[in-house]
């Protein structure tokens, strides 16, 4: 069902001509597939469109634009590059922290904003916001409002955001899946969109070294709090021995909460500005997004994310601390005996 009002969306896009679409940092699938899903919309309408990131994709996802559409902010992609836009439409965030040095920019300007988005954790951004968090993916909210304004979907497009919906719902086994996507992923297909084409694109193109990063990252990984918690780190120097990168860690934290009797995953991936990211998981009781909001990040109940400062033992032990504590505050008998620390 769509709880989504999207009547007063339609003469703010009718009313502009220039339009900027960005996403967030480390832009993931949703992010990169919502985003062409959109311009697509809006191609159709006669806008001018211009997609611009706050970081590159990953080198996994270059296939899903194959216009090359989407640009990366810095460089002579800046402020006064933009200048004419007359309407800044953000997707699959609305965390300041999320928009990069993108984000600066947007605070020393006025150009009317429209936020499009599915996750819990939230900022003000002075925009108008369309959200549902109860979406399995932004790249679902994109697909009804096309439907809603009535815009044919081009195969590059259903492609989009269908690669959007599938890994944003662990390719549609998490729990917000429902018959709804599936009804969505049904209707992509008619419009183009091949489950095994993308399928092959984005789990069946590894690499040796990623391969040999997965052993070494999940032989780190430790279970505490009784087995209720899984974690690893990954450091700068395994992707330099191993000649990996950072993309090469997706999905890894799914890795750690597949073992069996584990509540919650967490995995720290130490980036080269000794920055450590870190993505959480949790099946269900824990809220990862509101301990990833105690380090400036956020997201949904069972999957988000956050960066601290390194060093990498330091911000590990401070995340640590707090999963051990969130997981003893649950009411569940078998996490009382779970140490603060």
């Known amino acids: 069902m769509n709880t989504i009002d999207w009547k007063p969306i339609v003469p703010l896009i009718e009313s502009h001509q220039r339009i900027l679409v960005s996403s967030h940092v480390r832009p993931d699938a949703d992010a990169i597939g919502s985003a062409l899903g959109l311009a697509c919309l809006l191609k159709h309408l006669g806008k001018t469109v211009r997609i611009v990131n706050p970081s ?5 996802l270059f296939w899903i634009d194959p216009e090359q559409m989407v640009e990366t902010f810095g460089g002579s992609v800046n402020g006064a590059s933009l200048a004419e836009t007359d309407l800044h439409i953000i997707v699959d965030t609305s965390a300041w922290q999320q928009l990069g040095e993108l984000g600066k920019w947007m605070r020393t300007t006025t150009i009317p904003r429209i936020v499009i ?3 819990v954790s939230s900022d003000d951004l002075g925009a108008m916001e369309f959200k549902d968090t109860r979406s399995e993916a932004t790249g679902s909210l994109i697909f009804r409002l096309c439907e809603f304004m009535n815009v044919p979907l081009t195969q590059v497009a259903a492609t989009a955001l269908y690669a959007a919906i599938a890994t944003d719902t662990g390719w549609f086994r998490f729990p917000a899946t429902n018959a709804q996507t599936m009804q969505i992923a049904g209707a992509l297909m008619e419009r183009g969109a091949d489950p095994t084409d993308i399928y092959r694109h ?3 193109q590894s690499t040796l070294a990623r391969l040999h990063l997965c052993g070494r990252v999940l032989g780190r990984a ?3 709090a009784d087995g209720l918690l899984a ?6 120097s395994d992707f330099v ?3 990996a990168v950072p993309a090469d860690t997706e999905d890894l934290v799914n890795e750690c909460l597949r073992i069996a009797g584990t509540r919650a995953a967490y995995i720290g991936v130490e980036q080269m500005n000794s920055q450590i990211k870190f993505s959480f998981r949790s099946r269900g009781g824990l809220n990862v997004a509101s301990i ?4 400036g990040g956020g997201g949904h109940k069972q999957a988000a994310g956050a960066t601290l400062p390194g060093p990498l033992d330091v911000a590990h032990a401070r995340v640590h601390a ?4 969130g997981l003893k505050a649950l009411p569940d008998p078998a996490s009382s005996s779970i140490p603060a620390s």
């Open 56 to 60: 590159a994709p990953p080198a996994n």
């Open 117 to 119: 988005d599915h996750h």
């Open 202 to 204: 984005l789990y069946e």
């Open 222 to 224: 430790q279970l505490d």
């Open 231 to 236: 974690s690893t780190v990954v450091k700068w």
């Open 241 to 243: 021995e191993l000649g």
């Open 292 to 295: 990833a909001e105690k380090f």
């Open 322 to 325: 707090a999963m051990l504590e």
